[in-house]
Each structure stands twice: as C-alpha cells, then as structure tokens.
C-alpha cells in the first residue's frame, strides 16, 4: 500500500487529436440528420446528378425535409439543373448556410464557390478530400431527415472519405444505364462499396428506354434489363426503370427540375416509386442485405 504521504501522479487530459476533433465535428453536424444516402456510378454521362437531384425533390414533396450535397468537385452541375446558379453562401455564427433551393430544397456544392463558368477544378486527391471534410464540418443543415450526397463518377477519394468519416451513412444507391460496359463498371462500384462498408441500398437503370411525350409510346433502344442484372447478381434491390424522355433535358438546361415541371409525366411516376421503396427498404432494414 501507498504511504500517505506519497504524492499522487496529477491527472494530464491532453486535447483531443486534430482527426478526434475533427470526427466529433461531423458528429455534431449529422445529430440533427435521419438519414444519409450517396448516389454513385461506376462512370460519368449515366445522369447521376440528373437522379440526385429529382431524388431530392421527390423525397421533399412528401413533406421530408432534405439536403443534396454535390460532391462531383470537377463537375458540379446540381445547381444549374435547380436553377439556383449565382447563389452565394453565408457564413454565420452557426456554420455555412446552405443555398436554397425549389420547395426550400437546402443544397451545398462547389459551384457556388467558383468565380466565373471558365474556372477549372485543378485539383489533387488531397485536396479534394480536404474541400469534403469542410462540407462536411462547416455547413450548418439544421434537422433533416434526409441528406443526399452526388458523388463524383467512379471510384475515387471522395467515396471513401463519405465511407469513412460520415458516421450515419445508410448506404449508397448505384446508377446504371441499359449497356454491358455499365454492368461491368457498376458491378466494381458496388464492390468496392462493399470492400470499404458502404451499404448498397439498390440499384437504378437510368435510360431504360425511349419515352416519346406526343405519342405516349416507350421504345427499347439501348438494350433491357442491365439494372435487373445488376440487382440479381449482386444480391441488392432494383429500385425502378427511368425512361429517357427528351424533355429532360430541356429542363436541366433550364433550370427547372424535371418532377416539378412535368409531375404527371411517366418519369415523374418512377421517381415517385423509387422515392417509396427507398422509404419502406429504411424502415424495414431489408435494403441492408448480404454484406
């Protein structure tokens, strides 16, 4: 036994580590977050934003309060397809406020912090995982039941930083288009999901087929069935089909996002679909399948 009068070792509580600080930061941010769902791709030009985006909307127009954080740092093209392009943040006592967007949609993207439309994104990988840890720390989203993160094409840093630092991650939802070469890339997108503890929530054929608005007909033109496939094989939901409808892009280019504008069109109803599954799969479970 100790002398009493031994003199006690004085308790030392040393200041957190930079990357303890740091996660207890993005704690704080996601306490007021349901939810949080990336939307990934194997590769670029499969409308990934274009889904990102309606997603969002959908989700807002059964009263659920969202976010959409674009993290395509070299592409960012959210804001353009919402048409709030020109929006500057705001810094307050709280955090950075994100711009707001149809139906007070919150969104968070480069693009808003870019000067003019000519400046490129000349950026390394640790830069970039540098700029999401910001968004991730520094933007003040108030509650939400969903946060929904567009990723960048492929399989890069930003994936794994979502992976690793954002504590609620749900899982990730992979956009395909009806073509072999998708299978293959997405089929490795959902892999490494797996190989870094993503969950995939499911899977989405954007571009399944020809919608023609005049005649009301769908045409196969670019093959069927790649999403099913994709589901089937690796075990995941197969969330729906989207038709391309070449309306789509006259809103995107307007600025006008496609479910507000054209809410009874075909597409408009998948989405509406796809926003349901994603629902009954979160509270269920089931989506959270054969890891």
């Keep these: 036994m100790s002398g009493e009068g031994e003199s006690r070792k004085p308790s030392v509580?040393?200041?957190?580590?930079?990357?303890?600080?740091?996660?207890?930061?993005?704690l704080e941010r996601m306490q007021g977050i349901k939810h949080v769902i990336a939307v990934m791709s194997g590769k670029g030009g499969v409308g990934k934003s274009f889904i990102a985006s309606n997603l969002s909307l959908t989700l807002r127009k059964l009263g659920f309060e969202v976010g959409l954080m674009d993290v395509d740092f070299h592409g960012p093209s959210a804001p353009k397809m919402l048409g709030i392009r020109g929006q500057r943040l705001i810094a307050t006592s709280e955090g950075i406020l994100p711009a707001v967007g149809p139906l007070d949609l919150k969104v968070i993207s480069l693009d808003f912090l870019l000067p003019d439309d000519d400046t490129p994104v000349i950026w390394r990988g640790p830069i970039k995982t540098s700029a999401l840890l910001q968004f991730l720390t520094d933007v003040y989203w108030g509650p939400l039941d969903f946060l929904v993160i567009d990723m960048p094409p492929g399989t890069s840093d930003e994936a794994i930083t979502v992976a690793q630092e954002i504590p609620k991650l749900d899982g990730a939802i992979f956009i395909t288009i009806p073509s072999e070469v998708s299978i293959l890339v997405v089929g490795r997108s959902i892999a490494f999901a797996r190989r870094i503890g993503m969950k995939p929530?499911?899977?989405i054929e954007n571009m399944s087929s020809f919608y023609c608005p005049d005649s009301g007909k769908t045409y196969k033109v670019l093959g069927t069935g790649t999403g099913r496939r994709i589901a089937e094989k690796y075990g995941i939901p197969f969330?729906?089909?989207?038709?391309?409808?070449?309306?789509?892009?006259?809103a995107n280019d307007e600025g006008t996002p496609y479910v507000l504008k054209y809410p009874?069109?075909?597409?408009t109803k998948v989405f509406d679909e796809i926003a349901s599954k994603i629902l009954e799969y979160l509270k269920e479970g089931n989506a959270l399948e054969g890891q």
Excluded at 264 to 267: F, L, N
């Design 13 to 26: 509580r040393l200041p957190p580590r930079p990357q303890d600080a740091r996660k207890q930061k993005v």
């Design 201 to 203: 929530l499911g899977v």
């Design 239 to 250: 969330l729906g089909e989207i038709p391309l409808d070449p309306r789509i892009a006259e």
């Design 264 to 267: 009874d069109s075909p597409v």
